[in-house]
């Protein structure tokens, strides 16, 4: 029997798409290219982010989705019809039961937002899920138990903090701080320290490349180019991590201060709980070297990534589907 029900991980950055039955089958960037003046749509995914900071003036390559929140509601419906006929063919009798991911600190307008776009999109029902916890049931979590566990999804527009147990959340918050706000760091620091302007791509390929959220043993070096601000030139100038650390510990610093107000309102038995399991993270954000070591540093909670963080919220939302299925089906 083919099935054709989806876990759909809504990103700010990216999208990922897991069916039942087959795991996470598509991830692609969350950019749709459109042409100003006919309206239509003129790539979807990795061929549009390809497309970022570099289109005529008539094409235009966007981001739908501003801090895990639909900004533009037609683009974000055309692009998830664009995904869904894309993961699971064209050939199905059945709409599919599509469970969506969301920030847990949407409000009801946003997450009826995502529903009616998901229903647009060919859903034959649609299960909102938050994020924490889709990312605490892919990173391995038992979330059924009444013990408390930490999960910190850093994604591309948020980042989602929640103590869970008993297969709810106790307490939560979600901060728009995460991934892009890295890359502005690094294009702001640039920009002040060696007169560059750099775009958002470079700066992305310099925070992978070697961005550092905690000092080094030994500094990394990259040369990176851009124009220069003073002679409207292009220029190169070598970077070190030792400076990416300077230019992100504003941001990073901000994520850790949001654990630790979450931590501040944790009951005490869960509190105990977290202080023996540790703190997990989840999410491209958490890829950022030395984030770990900085989480620990600052909570004295020793922090572990799941093993792989980028696809963590897909396999939890998909699984999450799964259980919802039999569940329906019986």
């Given at each position: 029997m083919q099935?054709?029900?989806i876990g759909i991980d809504l990103g700010?950055?990216?999208?990922?798409?897991?069916l039942r039955g087959k795991g996470v089958v598509l991830k692609e960037p969350s950019v749709v290219a459109y042409d100003r003046d006919t309206e239509k749509i003129r790539a979807i995914g990795e061929d549009a982010r390809l497309m970022l900071g570099r289109t005529p003036g008539n094409i235009v390559a966007v981001r739908p989705l501003r801090q895990g929140v639909i900004s533009d509601y037609k683009v974000t419906e055309q692009m998830m019809k664009y995904f869904i006929t894309k993961a699971i063919g064209r050939k199905t009798f059945r709409k599919p039961l599509i469970a969506v991911c969301v920030p847990s600190g949407v409000t009801e307008v946003e997450r009826k937002a995502v529903e009616d776009a998901t229903l647009m999109a060919g859903a034959r029902y649609?299960?909102?899920?938050?994020?924490?916890?889709?990312?605490a049931i892919g990173a391995g979590i038992d979330i059924t138990k009444?013990?408390?566990n930490m999960i910190v999804d850093i994604g591309g527009g948020t980042s989602d903090i929640a103590v869970i147990s008993l297969g709810g959340t106790v307490v939560s918050t979600s901060v728009k701080i995460a991934g892009d706000d890295f890359d502005e760091a690094i294009v702001r620091y640039m920009r002040k320290k060696h007169n560059l302007l750099i775009g958002?791509?470079?700066?992305?390929?310099?925070?992978?490349?070697i961005g550092a959220a905690y000092p080094r043993a030994e500094a990394d070096y990259m040369d990176v180019r851009g124009r220069n601000l003073v002679t409207g030139l292009p220029k190169t100038v070598k970077v070190s991590s030792e400076e990416t650390e300077e230019a992100l510990r504003e941001t990073t610093t901000q994520?850790?201060?949001?654990?630790?107000?979450v931590l501040e309102k944790?009951?005490?038995e869960l509190a105990a709980d977290i202080a023996d399991r540790g703190i997990v993270l989840t999410g491209g954000g958490s890829l950022l070297r030395g984030l770990e070591d900085l989480i620990a540093s600052k909570t004295g909670i020793n922090t572990v990534t799941a093993e792989d963080p980028m696809t963590a919220v897909a396999i939890g939302t998909g699984r999450y589907v799964e259980?919802?299925?039999?569940y329906r089906e019986e």
């Open positions: 099935y054709t029900d700010t950055a990216s999208i990922l798409v897991y649609v299960k909102i899920i938050e994020e924490p916890i889709a990312a009444p013990c408390g958002e791509r470079t700066a992305e390929d310099i925070k992978i490349k994520i850790v201060e949001a654990i630790h107000g944790t009951p005490p259980f919802l299925a039999g």
